[in-house]
């Protein structure tokens, strides 16, 4: 239960440092973490875990924040707002793969100790690194789409929650789809690929259950800077 009982506390914590740089900086701040949270998200899913009696990886809460964040963008500012983030979020994904894949083809020096570490971490398979480009921009893209449609079919503030899970479920079906779909089908045999879809979507289906109140939260917020 340790770690499920972790998995909980860092939801909370993540969430909670959303409401927090958007409290105090406002659109900014949100547009900040939208490119923070791709590069942590990626930097977490190298470690695996087991949660739930499932075997998973870590990064799932940090990049459900980011769907978080254009559905706050969404209600609060509007769909060009959220999409530019959605484009923020794809272009700091794309920079920190190229930058990162130059900077491991240095040469080490012979007391260099963090080459293992970084190829561990950053030499990503091909497939993998288009996986994740793709789902990130697919994904998010829809989210922002669905959010609007949703809100022009539930507009009430009451209905909120139906505008935040049903674009988000949606949404995060289809990235697990597409990232599962590019990075492991044909690699792993049809059965484990299916396993691994269904738990990677029903973690990422509990998280944006978890993120609902926070939503609320955020439409309720006045931030202290204002562009």
């Known amino acids: ?4 009982i972790l998995g ?17 900086f406002g659109r900014s701040g949100l547009f900040v973490w939208i490119g923070f949270s791709t590069v942590v998200a990626n930097l977490q899913v190298v470690k695996t875990v087991e949660l739930l009696g499932m075997t998973a990886t870590l990064g799932n809460v940090m ?7 254009t559905d706050i963008l969404s209600e609060k500012y509007g769909k060009k707002e959220a999409q530019k983030a959605v484009w923020l979020g794809f272009f700091t994904l794309i920079s920190l793969t190229i930058v990162m894949q130059i900077a491991l083809l240095f040469k080490p020096h012979a007391s ?56 988000t479920m ?9 990232f599962t779909s590019i990075a492991f089908l044909g690699v792993f045999p049809l059965h484990d690929w299916i396993q691994i879809f269904i ?4 973690l990422k289906w509990i998280v944006a259950m978890l993120d609902t109140p926070f939503v609320y939260f955020a439409k309720k917020i006045s931030p202290k800077y204002t562009e």
Not at 118 to 125: A, M
Not at 170 to 178: E, K, M, N, P
Not at 199 to 202: L, R
């Open 112 to 167: 260099d100790f963090a080459q293992p570490a970084l190829e561990t971490i950053f030499g990503l398979l091909p497939r993998i690194a288009v996986g994740s480009l793709l789902a990130f921009l697919i994904s998010q893209s829809l989210d922002v789409h669905l959010f609007h449609w949703f809100k022009k079919k539930f507009p009430r503030d009451s209905q909120l929650w139906i505008r935040n899970n049903g674009s």
């Open 8 to 24: 909980l506390f860092s939801a909370i914590v993540t969430f909670s440092l959303v409401l927090l740089i958007y409290r105090f």
């Open 170 to 178: 949606i949404s995060q079906l289809i990235d697990t789809l597409v």
């Open 199 to 202: 738990t990677t979507y029903v």
């Open 1 to 4: 239960m340790f770690n499920e």
């Open 63 to 69: 990049y459900g924040t980011a769907f978080l964040v």
